[in-house]
Each structure stands twice: as C-alpha cells, then as structure tokens.
C-alpha cells in the first residue's frame, strides 16, 4: 500500500480530531439507540471544518478535494462510525455545483449547514414513490431528476408525503411519495444533458463515499479484533496463536486490502468508466465490510455478540452502510446495465 | 484497470494490441492445454527479443524497464488476444536471482537465453518429505575439488522434463537445522545422472515432475551466491516471485472464458446468472487494482512484506472464484471434456477450471501465506502449543 502525502495528513487528522471532539464512540452510541438520530452540533463542526464543501470547486465556495481525498476522508471518517450523513450532502453538493447559477443560493446554504440536501431518486411526480435513501429524514431538501430536469424538493413541498423507516444504526431509511405535487411549482436547477450529467455525477461520487466509510469501517473492526486476539489468553496462551484463529484474520486482512485498493483505483477513472468503477467499488466494499463484521464478532467470542462491546456499533453500522446508495445486488445490476456483457475487459 | 490512462499509456496499449495481433500465432491463442515448451518456443523467442515476456527487466538485461501500468497494459492485451502462459521460472524466479547474486559469467551464460525462452528453466527446491517445511530438504551435496556431486530426489519441479536447466537448493552441510549448510546451484539437465519423470495431475497433464539425482557431477562454479548462502539468496527473491505470481492475467483469462460460455449457454439473459458474471468481474477489478497497487508501491520502494504473500494468496483466490462461477453458471455442460482450442462454437467449461486448483497450492500454499500474513502484517504471535507449524 503506498503510503500517506504530507498533505493528507491534514485530511486525516482533521476528521479523526472531528469526530473524537464531537464525542467519539460514547456520541455514536448514544445515536445509535435512539431513532432519527441527528446530531446538528456535529453537523455545524462538519461545516465549520469546510468538510460539507469538500466535493465544491474553491471559485464555487468550496474547499476543492479531489476523488482521491474525499475518499481519504471518509475512510477515516468511517474508522470513527461517523453517524452524519455527510455522503449524500457530498452528492448534493456535486449536484448543484454543476447546475450552476440556478444552484448557487442552496449550495451556499449546504455548506455553510444551514440547509440539509439530499439527492433522491424518482422518474415522476403523480402519484409515484421515489427510491428509498439512506438518513434521508435529516434533509431539509431533496434534489431529483425529474423529466429530464434536475430539480430541488424542498420538505415541505405541497403533495409530498415523507416515510421514513428507522434503521438498526440510529438513521433511516427514507422515501417520497409525491401525489399531486405541480411541477411547475419545483425548482428547476439543471436541464437535458446538463442535468443528468449533475445528477449521475453526484451518485457516482456517493458510491465511492459509501464505499470509503465502508472500508473505513472495516479496516477498523479487524484493528480492533486482532488487538483482541493478542490481548485475550486461553489454555495459558494468547487465542491469536492460534493458526484456526490467525488465518480467519489473515483472509479478512486480504479482502480489506482489496477492497481499499477498488476503491482508490475507482478514484482515478476517467469519465467514461466512472459509473462503473464506482458501483465495482460499492459493491465490493459492502461485501467485504459485511464478511469482516460478522467474522469480527465470531472472533470475540461471546463479547462479541453483547451490546456493550463496540463491535456491536460496527456491526450495525455496516449493515446501514452496506444498503446505503444500492446495496452489493443492486449495484452489480447496474453495473450490467451500464456495460453489457458483449464488452470484454 | 478502471483508471484513466495517459495518452502515452493508451498509445502503448494500441501498439501491444497492434504487435500481438501481427505476431502471436492463431494457432497458440486461447489454448485450453497448458502448451509445452517445444509449442512455445518460437512465440517465447518473438515475445522475449520484443522485451514484453519479462517487460519490468531492467533495459541492460533486454527487458524496458515498464512501469506498472505498462505492465499491467500488457497483461490485459495478452490475456485479450489468448495468448498462452510461458514458464515464469527462469523469468521471474531465477533470472532476478542471478542479475543480484550471479558471477557475471553466470549473467553471460544465462539471462539473454532465458528471457527468450531459449533455455528453460525448471527449480528443484521442494522434496517429497520437505515441502512447506523447505528447510529440512535433504537433497546433498559434497564437494570435491572444484566439484559438486548431488545426490537426492526434488518433487514439483514443474516442467523438468522438458526443462534445460535447473536450479536446486541442496545440503551442504552436516546439521539439518543449519541456515548456513543449504547452497543454490545451477544444474544442466543433461548432466549425467539427472532423471525427470512427469507426475500427472488433477487437470490431466503432466506439467508437475520429479527428478531424481544421482551422482550428479557440477563445477563449482555453477554455485549461486557462496556456498552455506543457498537459504538467503534463494529466498531473498520470494517476495519478488509471489508479487508477480498475483499478476491478473490468470484471472483475466479466467472472465474471458467465463463469458464466452454464458454466450454460449445462454447464462447471459438469465439475471440470476448476470449476478454471479458480475460478481466474478467486481473480483477481478479487485484484483487488478490490488496488484497494480502493490507494482506501484515496489516501484516507490514503499513494499510491504506481507504485499507478496496477499497478492500471491489473492491472486489464486480471485481466479479460482472466476472459474467457480464458470462452473456454477453451465450446469448440464459443467463436467464437459475441453476441446483443444476454446472458441465461440466450442467453450471449454472444465480444463482451465481444473488447472486453477494449482494456483493456490503452488509456491507456497495459500495456509502458508497466510501464516506469514499473520505473523508478519498483524503481528500475531507463531502458533506454538495451541496451533499447528506456519513456518515461512
């Protein structure tokens, strides 16, 4: 694995003392146990920092990562369990930069933390549901691409109905269902191609952030397990000298990799493959994070299996974020839509 | 490779499909039969004088010093046109050796010939009481005079019967547990008294061998490095070695395969099957990613130890799974004897599949890599009274 930049230092630094002085593990807790967890004091520190505009070119207000770096961030973002649903903010985000002016005044309020925006997906406003997204009851506003038409849905927008469904991490997943909503009264932000490019182009990058938190995550969840495995003695030896024991690790140790190193080549794809690479990416990860966390809890033993030990934060966490965006079936789907199986490598 | 390449790295790529296309035989493309070296030779000799059969040599020993992408630029075109596996001991094990251990009359008799296949190399360190546990081989050997004599019996030699050289790690010293009493030396195999004989496996040929040793008489000064060094400088290399046995080709062969039968069964309009195809190519952009990961990480001298043994275990699990789903996805055609060459009209369902259960066997087994994972990456402790060996 190469190692860190000087400059990303920064990055990973950054968020690690984000998330340590917004409470660290205690904080994710609390979230998790309680239902629709939002923490706006979190969010306003995320703000602060200029992580909501991470994915924003500077001229645009933002603070100008590249792929690589945003992926940077929430691998480490994701070690911490951060609860924030800063991933669709980031897609949001993509969004509306890209959409320009008419963008302009709700991405200034995305990145300053004023207004919570989320994309969602829907193909049409009468009577229809839109696609379930992740921690979408934090939103404020939605974006969506309607009819061609990239276009925001603030919350309270006349004809949408909002259900939300708690999820085992704290969070939600949620959806619209948009019944008699007049399209005339959305506001359009982005047209044809201008919008589809927006609006793909902010999923995409939501897929290599899911996937970053959940590499992260699983990165993390073996840490600790192999600490474990050192520290914890039976028949007067460390369990970890076990060879049983040590190769379950060591085959988790290899996918992880693995799927770290999906994840930063997905960081480099051009335009033409970037859809693909991304869904590769998410895909991998959420079957890699899931394999790990279940191993995870094996390896602890009965520990592992209480609420108290904070492998049961991972553990449900992982399941939130293996979903989030398309889960590991859903992404190979489209990853075939995108590229038939006609096309050899 | 998901990446965006550079317009240099895509002119590259247009002219090795370019150059394989004008060059390969059609005869020598998508063979299912592992090719013996008398097939190959000629391919070998145009591939190795072009450089790409070992392109991440050095240019003073006729390699072009390709960088990683270009190296893995190369794999994907190779493993696009069908073009079949070379033996990788002389390129990839022996020849490093030499370029850093070797006399430079070694260097002289040995690299150009082996880079173009003109002398094909078979190694002779696994015994058949001393295979993971290499360190107690007992092959031996005393000197006399300016004189080696060789005694003893290797197992797994791949390829020694039609192999032209060998080289063996033999006992040189008294004590078994020794470090310093094991010597690498370099064996023509038309030294009187060296005796291969093919071995056949699962997969039907006969590509593992054995040889038999005796009274084999070799100068002195076909010794590798000095002699008690063989343990040091035939495993200095190994990390190099199981680097590039993580190389995606495998595994790309694999998905082509893999595809050209779910055309051929139909798999490809069923969703249930898509799934799995999807599933085996997510695997291998894992792969390709990992291991052009690993190639840039040598290159900036930032290599872990550990990165050989995961690419090496990584690499045979990714193609195994390929060939896996391969299976999964044929039903009634799943045990179907291959025909010679693979095509559209006549896909080979069970050849491939069956030689891919060597991967993970091979240069050290998949337990053993991770034993080393283990120890070495995670730093957990040797397994003693509670675990079984995971000696490196």
Redesign the interface.
């Known amino acids: 694995?190469?190692?860190l930049k000087d400059t990303d230092r920064h990055i990973v630094d950054g968020i690690a003392d984000l998330m340590e002085s917004a409470g660290g593990l205690p904080r994710v807790r609390r979230l998790q146990a309680g239902v629709l967890s939002f923490d706006r004091d979190a969010w306003g520190k995320l703000a602060a920092h200029g992580w909501l505009g991470a994915a924003v070119p500077e001229a645009q207000g933002g603070t100008g990562l590249a792929t690589r770096e945003i992926a940077l961030l929430l691998e480490h973002a994701g070690k911490k369990l951060m609860p924030e649903p800063l991933v669709p903010a980031l897609a949001a985000s993509v969004m509306l930069a890209r959409s320009g002016k008419a963008g302009a005044s709700l991405l200034a309020d995305l990145i300053a933390g004023k207004t919570v925006v989320m994309p969602i997906e829907a193909d049409e406003t009468s009577q229809a549901y839109t696609g379930y997204l992740s921690d979408g009851h934090a939103a404020d506003a939605f974006l969506a691409l309607i009819d061609n038409k990239l276009v925001a849905v603030p919350r309270q927008t006349k004809g949408v109905a909002i259900e939300t469904q708690d999820t085992v991490d704290g969070g939600s997943i949620t959806r619209l269902r948009f019944d008699g909503v007049d399209p005339a009264a959305l506001t359009v932000l982005a047209s044809r191609a201008q919008a589809q490019e927006a609006f793909h182009a902010g999923r995409d990058l939501a897929l290599i952030g899911y996937s970053a938190l959940l590499v992260g995550l699983a990165d993390e969840a073996l840490a600790i397990t192999?600490q474990y495995?050192?520290d914890r003695k039976q028949?007067?030896?460390?369990?970890?000298?076990?060879?049983?024991l040590?190769?379950r690790?060591?085959?988790l140790?290899?996918?992880i990799?693995?799927?770290h190193?999906?994840l930063?080549?997905?960081c480099?794809?051009?335009a033409a493959?970037r859809a693909?690479?991304a869904l590769?990416a998410k895909?991998?990860a959420a079957e890699t994070a899931m394999t790990t966390v279940k191993e995870c809890v094996q390896l602890h033993g009965a520990m592992g299996y209480t609420a108290e030990h904070n492998m049961s934060l991972y553990f449900r966490r992982a399941m939130a974020l293996a979903a989030a965006g398309g889960d590991a079936?859903a992404c190979?789907?489209r990853?075939?839509a995108e590229r038939q199986?006609?096309q050899?490598? | 490779m998901l990446r965006e390449e550079t317009p240099a790295e895509q002119a590259f790529r247009a002219e090795a499909r370019a150059w394989l296309d004008a060059n390969l035989p059609r005869e020598l493309r998508h063979a299912n039969n592992r090719l013996t070296p008398p097939e190959l030779k000629g391919w070998f000799r145009t591939l190795g004088e072009k450089g790409w059969a070992a392109p991440h040599w050095p240019r003073e020993h006729g390699g072009i010093d390709a960088s990683p992408v270009q190296q893995v630029i190369l794999i994907e075109e190779l493993a696009r046109i069908g073009a079949p596996d070379l033996p990788a001991q002389g390129l990839t094990h022996i020849s490093p050796i030499l370029m850093r251990y070797g006399t430079e009359e070694q260097k002289r008799q040995h690299l150009a010939k082996a880079r173009t296949g003109e002398v094909i190399w078979a190694q002779g360190y696994s015994e058949p009481g001393s295979g993971s546990d290499l360190r107690s081989l007992r092959t031996k050997a005393v000197v006399e005079d300016d004189k080696l004599v060789i005694n003893g019996h290797k197992i797994w030699t791949t390829g020694a019967h039609y192999s032209d050289w060998l080289y063996l790690l033999v006992r040189t010293g008294a004590d078994p547990k020794a470090r310093d009493s094991i010597t690498l030396v370099l064996v023509d195999a038309k030294t009187p008294g060296v005796t291969p004989r093919g071995i056949v496996t699962l997969a039907g040929d006969d590509e593992l061998c054995e040889v038999f040793l005796d009274n084999v008489v070799v100068p002195i000064t076909n010794i590798v490095g000095k002699i008690g060094e063989g343990w040091a400088v035939g495993t200095a290399l190994l990390a190099e070695e199981r680097i590039r046995s993580g190389t995606p080709i495998h595994a790309l062969r694999a998905l082509y395969r893999l595809k050209q039968a779910a055309r051929y069964t139909g798999a490809d309009r069923d969703p249930w099957m898509l799934d799995r195809i999807a599933r085996a190519e997510v695997e291998v952009y894992a792969l390709e990613a990992a291991f052009l990961e690993a190639l840039e990480a040598q290159a900036a001298g930032e290599a872990e130890f550990e990165d050989s043994s995961r690419l090496k275990l990584y690499g045979a699990e990714a193609t195994q799974f390929v060939f896996e789903v391969l299976q999964e996805i044929s039903g009634a055609h799943a045990a179907l004897r291959a025909p010679p060459v693979g095509d559209e009209t006549t896909p080979d369902f069970s050849t491939m599949f069956l030689q891919s259960r060597r991967l993970s066997i091979r240069g050290g087994t998949n337990e053993i890599q991770r034993g080393i994972i283990a120890m070495r990456a995670l730093g957990l402790s040797r397994p003693g009274s509670g675990g079984g060996g995971g000696n490196a």
């Open positions: 694995m190469l190692k192999v495995l050192k028949f007067g030896v460390p369990i970890g000298s076990f060879q049983a040590q190769h690790a060591a085959s140790y290899v996918i990799k693995a799927s190193a999906l930063y080549e997905a480099r794809a051009g493959r693909i690479a590769a895909s991998y079936i190979r789907k990853l075939y199986l006609s050899d490598f």
